[in-house]
C-alpha cells in the first residue's frame, strides 16, 4: 500500500467539536439505510472523530451474522443425511478416480492403447460372447439391483477407500478391487441430485466411473483407463460387452479432468456453501465459489451496472437504475427480471437496496426513498 | 391510524395517542420544521413502526411488551456482548448493565426513565442494542483505563512514565496549508477510508464491510488516493513558492521526525552510565560501524 507522508497522517488527526451522531443514526449508518446526504454528513464526521469510527466499528454485526444464511437455507434433498453422506462419498471417489484413470492412463498408454485399437469391432464382439459364456454368474450380478440408502452408502463409501488405495497399488490389483465391487448403483435420490444441479452431474457421472467397472471383466487382458467411464448403463449385456469393447482412452481422461474442474464448484454446492457474491466498482455482478480468491464476473441479461445485491443461499437478487431487479434460485445460473407493481404503479426508479431476509420476505429500496415489500419471493409487491 | 396499524402497538399496550405522540418526537428530532407533512408521512412509513411502538411500550413498563422484548432480545443481547467484549464475565456485566439502562433505574420527576425512550426506529431495534452496548463498552473501557492504578501500571510492566509530550515544533506554515487543502478537497467517504486505514489501522476488510463494498474496492480507492493527494500537495507547496525540489524534501522529509530523533538521542546520551563505559565500547561502535 502506498505510504502517506507523516505530516499527511498528522493533519488528518484534527479532532472534531460536532455533535456526535446519536445511536440511531449510527444504527441506519450501518444498516446502510441512511439516505445520501445524511450519510455523507455522517462520513464526514466519521473521519474526524475517531471515537466515533471505534463506535461504528464495534456496532456492525458479526461477519458469519452478516453473510447469507448459507446453513439454514439448504436445498431439501442435501437434509438427508444419508445422501449428505453419499454426496460427499461420491465426491471423494470422483476425485479418487479422476487420479487413479489419470495415473494409470499415464503407466499404461502403450499397451493400453495399441490393444484397445487393434480390436476391430467384430473382435470385440467375440470377446463379448466370451465374456458371456465363461462368467455367467458374473453378468447375473451385474443386473441392476435397488439397494437401500444406507447399503448406497456402504457401498459409495467401500469403492471410495478402494478406488483411493488403489491410487498405490498395481493395475492388476485395481482390476481385482474393482470386479469385487458392487455392480452400480441406483439410487434415485442421487439421480435427483445430479438433474437438480448441473454442475454436481459431472461429478455423479465421474463417480460412475469407478461403479460401472464391470464384474465379469474376467476377460479383460489389460485395464484401459476410460473404458468403464464410457460403458453404457448398467444392463448385465452392456456391462459385458464394455469389459471388452475398444475405448479410446483420451477423451475418458479428459472428462474426468473436466470433472475435477467441476468438482470445485460441486464441492461447494455439495457442503452446502453457496457462491460469494459481490458488486465491483463499476456494478458488475461478480462471483467467488473458492471464499473469494478468486471471482468470475456474471452476466445478468446484458445488464451491466447494478447497485444492489442480496444473496441467501442460491437465491440471488440484484437491482439497478431504472427499476433494473433480477431474480436467480439457483446461484446464478439462470435470471429472471422481476418488475414490481403494487396498486397499479411500477417501479421505475434507480434501485439503491435490496433486503432478503429469506428466500420469501424482502424489501427493495430505491433512491427516492421509496420501499417496495415483497413476502413471496417477489410474486406480488407492496408499497407502504 | 395506518401506520399505528402497521406497528401492532394495541398488541403491545401503546395508545393510538403515544404512538402519534412519539411520531412526531421522531420527526421533530430529524426533519425540519417546515418540511411538507407529505415528506413527514414518508419519513414516518420509513422507520420501524414495530419495533419502534415495542421500544416504546416497553419505557411506558407494559408487562406485554417486555415479555416481547425479553424473548427476542435477551439471548441476543448476551450474544452481542461477548462478541463485542470477547470476555464472558465482562459480557454478562455489561448486558446487565444495559438491561439496568433499559428497564429505567434514573428517575426523572419522580419517572422511572428508561433508555429504550431514545429509540427512534430509524434502524433496527437489534441493530440500536448494538450500537448502544457498544458505546456503553467504549465508554467504560476509557473511564476504566483512566482509573488504572500505579500497581496496576506496574504489573503490566508499564514501569515507567511515557515521555513527556513532544514540543509542538512549528514547521513550514505552507507545508500545513498545502496539506489541509489538499485535504480539504477530499469528500467525507475518501477522508474516512484515509483515517480508517491510516490512522486506526483497519484492516482493508473492515473499512469495505463500513462502506459496503469490496476490498479490492477499498485497496484502490487507498492507492489513488496517496497518489492524488501526494500530487495535489506538491502543486500546492509550488504554488506557495517552492521549487520542485524543495516541496519534494518537505513532504518526504518531515521536520518534526528529525526533532523527535534528536531529542531521543540526547536524553539516551543523558541516561549513559558515565564517560569511561562509553569510551570502553566506543571501538567497538567503531569497528562494527
Known amino acids: 500500500m502506498t505510504e502517506l507522508p507523516k ?48 463506535l461504528v466499528a464495534l456496532s456492525f454485526p458479526r461477519h458469519e451474522a452478516a453473510l447469507p444464511a448459507a446453513a439454514s437455507v439448504r436445498p431439501a434433498w442435501l437434509a438427508w443425511p444419508v445422501l449428505r453422506w453419499g454426496a460427499l462419498a461420491a465426491c471423494v471417489v470422483v476425485v479418487g478416480a479422476a487420479v487413479t484413470l489419470h495415473r494409470q492412463f499415464r503407466a499404461s498408454v502403450p499397451s493400453g492403447l495399441s490393444a ?81 444441479i448441473p454442475a454436481q452431474t459431472e461429478a455423479v457421472e465421474a463417480d460412475s466411473t469407478a461403479a460401472r467397472v464391470n464384474p465379469s471383466s474376467t476377460a479383460m487382458d489389460e485395464f484401459v483407463p476410460g473404458r468403464a467411464k464410457d460403458a453404457p448403463p448398467p444392463s448385465a449385456p452392456e456391462a459385458a460387452m464394455a469389459a471388452g469393447a475398444p475405448m479410446p482412452a483420451k477423451p475418458a481422461v479428459a472428462m474426468a ?73 439457483d446461484a446464478g445460473q439462470h435470471w429472471t427480471q422481476v418488475q414490481p407493481t403494487a396498486n397499479g404503479e411500477v417501479l421505475s426508479g434507480d434501485i439503491i437496496g435490496v433486503e432478503f431476509t429469506d428466500r420469501l420476505h424482502g424489501t427493495v429500496t430505491t433512491s427516492g426513498q421509496g420501499k417496495w415489500i415483497t413476502a413471496d419471493s417477489g410474486q406480488s409487491w407492496e408499497k407502504p | 391510524m395506518e401506520l399505528y396499524s402497521r406497528s401492532n402497538g394495541a398488541e403491545f399496550g401503546l395508545t393510538p395517542e403515544a404512538f402519534d405522540q412519539t411520531l412526531r418526537e421522531v420527526a421533530k428530532k430529524y426533519l425540519p420544521a417546515d418540511c411538507p407533512h407529505i415528506e413527514v408521512y414518508q419519513f414516518w412509513a420509513t422507520l420501524r413502526l414495530e419495533e419502534l411502538a415495542l421500544a416504546r411500550a416497553c419505557a411506558a413498563g407494559q408487562e406485554r411488551a417486555w415479555e416481547v422484548f425479553l424473548t427476542r432480545y435477551r439471548e441476543k443481547l448476551y450474544d452481542i456482548a461477548g462478541y463485542i467484549t470477547r470476555e464472558a464475565s465482562t459480557a454478562r456485566e455489561l448486558a446487565d448493565c444495559l438491561y439496568a439502562d433499559l428497564y429505567g433505574t434514573t428517575l ?31 465508554n467504560r473501557y476509557r473511564r476504566q483505563r483512566r482509573l488504572v492504578s500505579l500497581d496496576e501500571e506496574s504489573e503490566e510492566g508499564v514501569q515507567f512514565p511515557a515521555a513527556t509530550p513532544e514540543p509542538v515544533v512549528v514547521a513550514d506554515s505552507r507545508v500545513n496549508a498545502a496539506v489541509d487543502e ?75 521526525d528529525l526533532q523527535v530523533n534528536i531529542r531521543g538521542r540526547l536524553m539516551q546520551e543523558a541516561a549513559t552510565p558515565s564517560f569511561s563505559e562509553k569510551k570502553a565500547k566506543a571501538p567497538a561502535g567503531e569497528a562494527s560501524g
Open chain 1, 7 to 54: 505530516v499527511v497522517v498528522q493533519r488528518l488527526q484534527t479532532a472534531t467539536n460536532a455533535v456526535h451522531p446519536d445511536p440511531d443514526v449510527i444504527t441506519s449508518f450501518v444498516e446502510k439505510s441512511l439516505g445520501e446526504r445524511e450519510r455523507d454528513q455522517v462520513l464526514g464526521h466519521l473521519a474526524e472523530c475517531r471515537n466515533c469510527r471505534e
Open chain 1, 116 to 196: 484397445g485399437r487393434s480390436d476391430t469391432p467384430r473382435v470385440a464382439q467375440e470377446r463379448v460372447q466370451t465374456a458371456l459364456r465363461s462368467d455367467t454368474s458374473a453378468v447375473e450380478k451385474a443386473k441392476p439391483s435397488f439397494l437401500q440408502p444406507s447399503e448406497a452408502k456402504q457401498d459409495l463409501d467401500s469403492l471410495a477407500k478402494k478406488v483411493v488405495s488403489a491410487d498405490k497399488e498395481s493395475p492388476k490389483r485395481m482390476v481385482a478391487a474393482a470386479k469385487t465391487a458392487k455392480p452400480p448403483v441406483p439410487v434415485p435420490g442421487l439421480r435427483d441430485q445430479s438433474r437438480s
Open chain 1, 257 to 329: 479432468q473436466s470433472a475435477l474442474v467441476a468438482n470445485k464448484r460441486a464441492l461447494a454446492t455439495l457442503v452446502g456453501l453457496p457462491p460469494r457474491w459481490t458488486l465491483s466498482a463499476d456494478g458488475t455482478l461478480q462471483r467467488s465459489f473458492d471464499s473469494g480468491r478468486t471471482w468470475e464476473t456474471v452476466s445478468v441479461a446484458g445488464q451491466a451496472s447494478f447497485r444492489a445485491l442480496a444473496a441467501d443461499g442460491l437465491e440471488i437478487w440484484v437491482g439497478g437504475p431504472k427499476g433494473a431487479l433480477y431474480h436467480s434460485s
Open chain 2, 108 to 138: 426523572r420527576d419522580g419517572q422511572r426513565v428508561s433508555k429504550l425512550a431514545s429509540y427512534t426506529g430509524r434502524g433496527s431495534l437489534e441493530g440500536w442494542l448494538r450500537t448502544v452496548l457498544a458505546q456503553e463498552y467504549v
Open chain 2, 182 to 256: 489538499a485535504l480539504s478537497e477530499l469528500c467525507g467517504e475518501d477522508r474516512f477510508v484515509l483515517a480508517s486505514y491510516y490512522l486506526d489501522d483497519r484492516t482493508l476488510a473492515e473499512i469495505a464491510r463500513t462502506l459496503h463494498v469490496h476490498e479490492s474496492t477499498i485497496s484502490r480507492k487507498l492507492d489513488k488516493l496517496a497518489k492524488a493527494l501526494r500530487k495535489r500537495i506538491l502543486a500546492g507547496l509550488r504554488q506557495r513558492g517552492m521549487s520542485r525540489q524543495q516541496a519534494q524534501e518537505a513532504l518526504e522529509v518531515d521536520v518534526r
